[in-house]
C-alpha cells in the first residue's frame, strides 16, 4: 500500500520536492501576507494547524482557525502566538452548518477586518469497502467535503477583501491520480469538491479560487483509513497554501496543484499551462474545459 501511495512518476515538475524549500518558505519576503486577514477551517490540529502556523510567520495581520472543539482550538491558539505577532482568533464551527460559518465570518471582520484568504482544510473520511459501509456516514464525505466547502465559500466571499481575495481548497491525488479500494467516500467527493472549485472559478473570477493535494500525511483524519505514515513533512502544504497566496501563483485560477511540484518551475511553465488549460479537471483522452 505505502508504494501506491507514493503516485509513482506523476510529477508534474522535474523537481518533487518532501519538505518546506526556500521558494515557499513563510519567512521568504515574497511571499509575505503582512496587513492580511487569513481564515483556515480545519485550523485546530495536523495540517490545518501547520498552515496556519505558516501565515503567522508569513506576517498575517490576523489568522482565525475555526474547528468544531475549542479545548482544541484553545490549546492550537496558545501554539499560534509563539511564532509570530498575528492576531489570533477561534470559532467553534462545523463547515456543514451554514449559519455558524456565516456568524464566524461575519464576526472576523468586524473584529479585524475584511478577509483576504481563506484556506478550506476541513475534511471527512470514511473508510470501508463499499457493500459494508454505513451509508450515512459515507455520505457524511459529502455533507463535509463538498457542501462544506460551498458553505465555507460563501461565507468568504460575503466577508471577503477587494484586495486579491483568494480561495485555497485542501484536495488529494486520491481523487484523480488513483482508485484506492476502501477510500471511495474520501476519493469521490473530493473529485466533487474539485469540480466544485473550478465552477466557483469560473462564476466569481475576481477570487482567486484554486485545490492542491497536500501530500502523504499522517493525521487525526487519515489515521482512519490507510494512510498511517508520512512520506511528507508537515512543513511542504503549509509553505506551499501560502505561496498559492502570493502574487507569483496568479495563474493558479480553478486549477489541480500538487505541494510537491517546484513552484519555480510552475512559475517558468505558467504561459503554457494557461494556453493550454492544463492541470484542470477533465476526462482523460477528450478534451479540456474552456
Known sequence: MAQDWEFAATSYTKTYHREQYPAIDPKNPANSVKGKVVVVTGGGKGIGLRISRAFVEAGAKAVAIL??????LDDAKRELEGFGASKILTFSADVSDGDALNKAFA???EQVGPINITVANAAYLNAGLLLEVDVEDWWKGYEVNVKGTLLTYRAFFANKSDDNPTFISLNTGASHAMVAPTMSSYGTSKFANLHLVTYLAAENPEVRAVSYHPGVLESEMNSK????FSF???SLPAGFAVWLASDKADFVQGRMLWAHWDVEELEAMKEDIVKKNELVAKLSGFGSPN
Open 232 to 234: 511528507d513533512d508537515m
Open 107 to 109: 464576526a472576523i471582520k
Open 225 to 228: 483509513g490507510t494512510i498511517k
Open 67 to 72: 474547528g468544531r472543539r475549542q479545548n482544541v
